[in-house]
């Protein structure tokens, strides 16, 4: 993949992964459209740099994806690389939790069916231009589940297999996968111990970005993969904790 002169569109642009990413792509001369739920830290993230487009856009929601589909159709026909970030995680037991079905839909509509939606919406655009990708971040959790959040690992699963399947499919579009270890943002705050910085993140996947590794294995996620392989026994007891 060529790491300049992209027009990159990234979801949850301004915090965690998504402002890592972006802040990368910048250092590498690229032009981002951030798009994320917060107006005032799409605003804050916009004024360190004139390149960066900022979008309000909840993507769990079908109207504010097509207004987002349509800016790009109208105003960035040049959009070449889609990364699709946004996600969020709730832990809770499923037999206990009284906002269960509530919960069960937002993780679904966010983590899952947005970046499905998102990739239909856009791979016209996408297949037009050169360079052209599309970056699903999953997790770990994809590879093994753990017990606190079986929704959240049940959409990461999804996700990595959509993407090996689409990869299948896809000639000129290209695409990739981050799946990483537990990363130290807002959303993992309290949680788990061991955590990888989203600038370290950001510096992996653009190596294996540059190379073409479509499954980039991020931290500890690599080990996992390897003890899930020889004994998925033992893989099931690390994250059960």
Do not use: W
Not at 170 to 192: N, Y
């Amino acid at each position: 993949m060529q790491l300049h002169n992209n027009k990159i569109l990234i979801t949850g642009a301004t915090s965690g992964i998504g402002k890592a990413l972006t802040k990368k792509f910048l250092e590498l001369d690229n032009k981002i459209i951030a798009v994320g739920r917060n107006k005032k830290k799409l605003e804050k993230l916009s004024k360190l740099d004139q390149r960066i487009i900022p979008f309000k856009c909840d993507v769990s929601k079908q109207e504010e994806l097509d207004k987002l589909t349509l800016f790009v159709e109208q105003q960035h026909k040049d959009l070449n690389i889609l990364i699709n970030n946004a996600g969020i995680q709730y832990n809770y037991n499923f037999s206990e939790e009284p906002q269960l079905l509530y919960k069960i839909e937002y993780e679904l509509s966010t983590n899952f069916l947005a970046p499905l939606k998102l990739i239909a919406l856009l791979l016209p655009t996408l297949k037009v231009n050169d360079n052209s990708a599309i970056v699903n971040v999953s997790s770990g959790l994809a590879i093994v589940p753990k017990s606190q959040a079986p929704v959240y690992c049940g959409t990461k699963a999804g996700i990595h297999i959509f993407s090996k399947a689409l990869r299948y499919q896809l000639k000129k579009v290209k695409v990739f996968e981050i799946i990483p270890s537990l990363v130290d943002t807002a959303m993992t705050e309290g949680r788990g111990k061991g955590k990888i910085s989203p600038q370290k993140l950001a510096d992996e996947f653009i190596k294996a970005f540059k190379k073409n590794k479509y499954e980039v294995n991020i931290g500890k996620v690599k080990l996992l993969r390897i003890i899930n392989r020889i004994s998925p026994s033992i893989a099931d007891k690390i994250m059960k904790g």
